[in-house]
């Protein structure tokens, strides 16, 4: 069977073929490939993502909440959230409208919703996640397949949502992933508060960053597979707007880059898994920082960092010396203030660099492994920055204390990732100018 560049193959057609190896294509090269070992895949593992029981956003836990979420944003950029408000039984249903699509639907019918294959994250059913370089055929030899097929789904804003577009079996399907669609943007809405709040600014800071939420919720169908030791579900990769909310179901597979090592993440039914995405870690924290660090006094001999994230901890305060610069744990920044007004130009620009690498909300690298027994569902809802949207500290925040990060429109970051592939971070990297 020809794969790659057909646009019409499907991994669930290779599956059932029966192949006892996998088609080249899906190899990864030997440093991406999973190890199946005791400590990635043990379900008693101790390092997973942080559970945290959101008590319904019940006022009186907001401020514990807020700081078990800053501390997983910190540790992981990933965190179940529990008691989430979402009823459990339409995280249930969503998956089993999935799965009744994928394996109930004969391949024909589903390649009736076929995503058109030259612009990226278009809606439909499809295989293949990046784009083929036309203009480069010879490129084709670089790519790695991933072993999923899915169902991508435009949600909101609104005038995006054309469910006549989506599955029409099973006959709920269409009214499952509405209802599942609004739930997930009031969900991300209430989360992106505490987590703005959780890095000391207003709760509103990060939403009205992104400005008008788009939503995609893309379901993932992982058939079982004759070589897992030697591919991936999904590469590498972090997702690129601000923050996406994902469920599994039993079956278990995807990892979480923690500390340079791979985390098999526990599938926990009535809980929902919050990724942060490469929107929520440079442009928009970045911008809320140089807010704060725009009047400081230029060429400074020595920056005093006051520090404090919130009431529990108490304040600290931090010598910043060139070569002597070190924060332990937190780095919310109130004021800046010189001690001198020595003027030494290297000094230039090496604050914030700091605060940003210290202040580890990252977005999270993850990927999904495969196995050769069961088939494996997840959705992912991805809420994103609309695509006119600039990604850029606000010029006017911008001073020489300040890292430069390129000036993007979020379309054309959406498109390097579709273009170039996600590469880990490789496309986040790409936006620093030094
Ligand atoms: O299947 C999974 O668990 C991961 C899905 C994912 O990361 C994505 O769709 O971006
Ligand atoms: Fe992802």
Redesign the pocket.
């Known amino acids: 069977m020809e794969v790659g560049n057909d646009p019409t193959i499907r991994v669930q057609a290779l599956a059932e073929a029966g192949l006892s190896q996998v088609p080249p294509q899906y190899i990864q090269l030997p440093h991406q490939r999973p190890q199946f070992n005791a400590s990635t895949t043990s379900s008693c593992n101790s390092n997973i993502p942080p559970v945290i029981d959101l008590f319904y956003f019940e006022p009186s836990r907001r401020n514990s909440v807020r700081n078990s979420i800053g501390r997983a944003c910190r540790e992981w950029g990933a965190f179940h959230v529990t008691n989430h408000g979402v009823p459990t039984s339409l995280l249930a249903h969503i998956k089993t409208v999935g799965l009744t699509f994928f394996e109930q639907c004969p391949i024909p019918d589903k390649l009736k919703y076929s995503c058109d294959p030259s612009s990226f994250a278009s809606q439909g059913y499809g295989s293949r996640m990046l784009l083929l370089d036309k203009d480069n055929p010879r490129n084709e030899d670089n790519v790695v397949l991933d072993w999923?097929d899915?169902f991508d789904h435009h949600t909101f804003p609104l005038s995006r949502r054309n469910p006549s577009l989506w599955p029409h079996f099973p006959p709920d399907y269409r009214e499952t992933v509405e209802r599942y669609a609004d739930q997930m943007k009031a969900l991300a809405q209430k989360l992106m508060g505490l987590i703005s709040e959780s890095l000391g600014l207003s709760s509103s800071c990060i939403e009205d960053a992104v400005g008008e939420l788009f939503q995609n919720i893309?379901i993932?169908y992982?058939p079982p597979c004759p070589q897992p030791d030697l591919t991936l579900?999904?590469q590498t990769?972090s997702?690129m707007g601000a923050i996406?909310l994902?469920i599994?179901d039993d079956v278990g597979?995807?990892q979480l880059l923690n500390n340079d090592q791979w985390v098999t993440?526990p599938p926990l039914s009535d809980a929902v898994?919050v990724?942060l995405a490469d929107q929520t870690e440079v442009p928009i924290i970045l911008a809320n920082f140089m807010k704060v660090l725009a009047p400081t006094n230029r060429g400074t001999e020595i920056l005093f960092l006051h520090l404090a994230v919130d009431s529990l901890i108490p304040r600290c305060h931090y010598t910043v010396t060139l070569g002597a610069f070190h924060i332990e744990t937190h780095y919310i920044v109130l004021t800046i203030e010189s001690s001198t007004d020595q003027v030494n130009d290297k000094k230039h620009s090496f604050p914030i660099e700091l605060i940003i690498t210290n202040g580890k909300y990252r977005s999270a690298q993850?990927?999904?492994i495969t196995n050769g027994a069961q088939a494996?569902?997840?959705v992912?809802t991805?809420h994103d920055p609309a695509k006119e949207v600039k990604i850029s500290p606000a010029s006017e925040l911008v001073n020489e204390y300040c890292p430069r990060y390129r000036e993007v429109l979020y379309r054309d970051y959406a498109s390097s990732w579709y273009t170039k592939g996600p590469d880990g971070k490789r496309n986040i990297d790409s936006l620093l100018l030094n």
């Open positions: 999923r899915y893309t993932s992982y579900g999904l990769h997702d996406t994902l599994q597979g995807l993440v898994l990724i993850h990927r999904a494996r569902l997840s992912a991805f």
